[in-house]
Structure formats: structure tokens, C-alpha cells
């Protein structure tokens, strides 16, 4: 990996971190359609990253996925780029 902002990390991981919150929400804990609304909006604005950093969001949540222990939020980071549409495949 190159050097990187230390800050990237932090924020990529809780952009992820919301969404999973979101996703795993009770109706009663969240409004479903408010929830569906923010996952959308922020798939939408990681769509449009330019290329270069798209990539790099990318490749940091590849290392987040590599690091960690939890097995299911190694298996959400995983998921997290198929599932917001930014990869045409969910490898």
C-alpha cells in the first residue's frame, strides 16, 4: 500500500460502519425509508469519486477487510463495494 492519510482509514471505515448500522437497523430503531434514502445517497456520492479516488477508497477498504477480526464486518467490508455499485462484480 502507499502511504496514505492516516485519517483515510478512520473515514472509510465509518462511512462503511454507517451504512452497516443503517442496513441493520429495526423499523423502530430507524425509518426504513429514511435509511434506504441515506444508503442511497451515500452510494451515490462513492459513485461518483473520480477514478483515482475511487480506487484508493477501494483499496482501503480491501486493508480494513484484511485487518479485521470481526468476522462479520470483514464479510460487510467485503460486500460494501458490490453492494453500493461501485464494482461491476462482487469478487
Known amino acids: 500500500m502507499t502511504d496514505m492519510d492516516p485519517l483515510v482509514p478512520v473515514l472509510a471505515g465509518l462511512v462503511v460502519d454507517t451504512v452497516w448500522f443503517l442496513d441493520g437497523c429495526e423499523d423502530d430503531e430507524v425509518d426504513p425509508d429514511s435509511a434506504v434514502k441515506m ?3 451515500v452510494a451515490g456520492v462513492l459513485q461518483r469519486l ?9 483499496q482501503t477498504l480491501r486493508g480494513l477487510a484484511e485487518a479485521e477480526l470481526d468476522p462479520q464486518r470483514r464479510e460487510f467490508l467485503e460486500s460494501f463495494p458490490g453492494a453500493c455499485g461501485l464494482v461491476d462484480d462482487e469478487d
Open 50 to 58: 473520480p477514478e483515482a479516488q475511487l480506487g484508493r477508497f477501494l
Open 39 to 41: 444508503m442511497e445517497s
